[in-house]
């Protein structure tokens, strides 16, 4: 299997209540690049390190479903 993992800008702000004003979260991806199906999409807290948040649903994976062959970043 080869995993491809990206982090992007959501685009749009997210209310957070409390920060008391918008935020603009990252979303963590993984897709299988075989099929193209998302295997995970975690949109990052205020605060949260995103690369760190991916290495966590990469290891979270492997841990799970053994090494890819290749993971494309």
């Not at 295997?39 to 290891?59: F, M, P, Q, R, Y």
């Amino acid at each position: 299997m080869v995993l491809e993992v990206d982090v992007q800008y959501l685009g749009s702000g997210v209310k957070d209540e409390e920060l008391g004003r918008p935020r603009h979260p990252q979303l963590c991806m993984m897709c299988d690049s075989s099929s193209g199906m998302m295997l995970a999409a975690d949109l990052t807290e205020a605060g949260e390190d995103s690369i760190v948040k991916l290495a966590e649903n990469v290891i979270g994976f492997m841990e799970e479903h053994g090494a890819p062959t290749q993971i494309y970043v």
